[in-house]
């Protein structure tokens, strides 16, 4: 492994890429990559314009050894939120009681993976404009299958108030542990709301038709 630079030549032999393509490969934000190479974990060198630099083939090694997994922070806090929720008797949560338990067991993984598409979009797993068309398609399925199994649109708001409020407090969760800059929280929680109203969309077209 070539040794760490401060300098502002790169060695030519690597490929060496910018900070977004460091967290889009690792599957962090800035602020993380920013704290492993200060401590050494990363070799960096900065440009003549003070932009740091990250060796491509070490980041893949890191993922490939397990020494930086895809940190599924947003997902995780989201998921326990909702299950804290659903069982904590409050109020907001009183639309899961109508649902009946092979419908809630059915519905989860559409949940399930609408969070992670969500987590994905935040870290830049994947293409956005693929991971908005999947947020869509899974929205779109979700209300379906709420629909066919009688719930009726009130409840299906409910249920979509509830996750939109548990993504809000799971994104500034995120924002805190992430260490994220005020601008940088504001930016995720604003990508967030915004998938999340491409499930709104979707419940009102799949239950417009009945309620015409």
């Not at 490929?15 to 460091?22: E, F, G, M, P, T």
């Not at 907001?92 to 092979?102: E, G, P, V």
């Amino acid at each position: 492994m070539a040794e760490r630079t401060n300098g502002t030549s790169a060695p030519a032999v690597r490929r060496w890429v910018s900070l977004a393509r460091a967290c889009e490969v690792l599957g962090v934000n800035e602020s993380t990559v920013r704290r492993w190479a200060d401590s050494g974990e990363l070799h960096v060198f900065r440009t003549p314009g003070g932009h740091r630099r990250f060796a491509e083939d070490e980041l893949y090694a890191l993922l490939e050894s397990g020494g930086h997994q895809p940190e599924r922070v947003l997902e995780n806090a989201a998921v326990t939120r909702i299950r804290r929720g659903l069982h904590s008797g409050r109020e907001d949560a009183k639309w899961n009681d109508t649902i009946s338990a092979s419908s809630r067991d059915h519905l989860r993984p559409l949940g399930r993976r609408l969070l992670e598409i969500v987590d994905d979009y935040i870290w830049r797993r994947a293409r956005r404009s693929d991971l908005e068309v999947e947020m869509t398609q899974i929205g779109e399925q979700y209300a379906r299958e709420l629909r066919q199994r009688g719930i009726t649109l009130t409840q299906a708001m409910q249920a979509y108030t509830f996750f939109r409020q548990s993504l809000d407090q799971a994104a500034k969760q995120l924002a805190e542990r992430s260490r994220m800059t005020p601008e940088e929280g504001q930016q995720a929680r604003e990508q967030i709301a915004g998938l999340a109203d491409r499930v709104l969309i979707a419940l009102g077209e799949v239950y417009e038709p009945a309620a015409t």
